[in-house]
């Protein structure tokens, strides 16, 4: 069965610094892996996807993240946080079963500080 | 507006109670999603529509809980004998191909349920 985990629940930023969330997952097969964010408010948005092609992914607003295979991670990354990138992130794996089911982390919510 | 569209976004409704959830999806997507979240967890699949037909319903929870889309087009969630468990933020998602892996799902802003 496919799962991830997403190792902080929240997760605390200056504006200007690198962002970090962590994100592992398991799958009985070659993933693919996704990145949504919630704004309040907002519908969910797709940031990135990762589907067995580069595994340095890049997504919209500055954010990228990584398929390591070895260490079953999917980490995503920013260089420098803006405030507005202060949101909720989900980690999200393909079921593989069924186009439509996606299975969800239970999210890192980013703060962002002056 | 363009967008995933869901009514209403708010309802509070008594324990036992019936109730209709609306998705109107983005213009042309075939597919159509939905998902629930409770508090502090991420979404919950429970639904997926290719066309008029439920391609996969394995994350209905129970028999309470049925989903319609019958020109292809707008669906509604329906719940029956709601209970308190039952609340949460049911969200819908559409997509312009097959599903995830191949086109982008877009999201609605939700439907926050309430059951007292």
């Known amino acids: 069965a496919q799962s991830v985990t997403q190792l902080d629940s929240h997760v605390s930023v200056s504006e200007g610094t690198p962002v970090l969330l962590r994100c592992n997952y398991s799958?009985?097969?070659?993933?693919?892996l996704f990145w949504y964010v919630q704004h309040p408010n907002k519908g969910l948005q797709l940031l990135l996807k990762y589907t067995s092609a580069a595994t340095l992914v890049k997504g919209i607003n500055g954010f990228e993240a990584e398929f390591k295979k070895s260490e079953t991670s999917f980490h995503l990354t920013k260089p420098s946080a803006h405030m507005s990138d202060a949101a909720e992130y989900f980690c999200v794996v393909s079921s593989g079963g069924s186009q439509g089911n996606l299975i969800f982390g239970k999210g890192t919510k980013l703060s962002v500080k002056p | 507006g363009a967008g995933v569209s869901q009514t209403p976004s708010n309802k509070v409704t008594e324990k036992g109670k019936y109730v209709e959830l609306r998705c109107d999806p983005i213009s042309g997507h075939t597919a159509l999603y939905w998902y629930r979240q409770s508090l502090g967890q991420g979404p919950e699949f429970l639904i997926y529509f290719q066309g008029t037909g439920a391609a996969d319903d394995s994350g209905l929870p129970n028999d309470r809980f049925f989903a319609v889309r019958p020109e292809g087009s707008v669906s509604t969630l329906k719940i029956q004998r709601t209970e308190r468990g039952d609340s949460a933020v049911y969200l819908c998602?559409?997509?312009?191909?097959?599903?995830?892996?191949?086109?982008?799902?877009?999201f609605g802003e939700g439907s926050r349920l309430t059951v007292l």
């Open positions: 998602a559409s997509s312009a191909q097959g599903g995830p892996l191949t086109g982008e799902l877009f």
């Open positions: 799958s009985s097969y070659s993933p693919s």
